[in-house]
């Protein structure tokens, strides 16, 4: 599979969960003190994700 979540710690230490396409970072969450909170961030975006409105304020 060509993309996948990964969950890094950053320099302060925290946990970050990055969404990845090949070998390039899509997107990533903020830092997290814990491992399950970074788990946890994604199965949120695995659950709202799919339905989420796209809004284009290029325009404004």
């Keep these: 599979m060509a993309h ?3 969950i890094r710690k ?3 230490g925290e946990f970050v969960a990055y969404f990845c396409y090949n070998a390039e970072s ?3 969450t903020e830092g997290y003190s ?3 909170s970074a788990k ?7 659950k709202n994700g799919p339905g ?3 809004v284009d ?3 404004e």
Excluded at 40 to 46: G, H, K, V
């Design 4 to 6: 996948r979540f990964e």
């Design 26 to 28: 899509i997107f990533w």
């Design 52 to 54: 989420a409105e796209v």
């Design 40 to 46: 946890s961030a994604i199965e949120s975006i695995l």
């Design 57 to 59: 304020k290029s325009a």
């Design 34 to 36: 814990s491992k399950a």
């Design 10 to 12: 950053n320099k302060k």
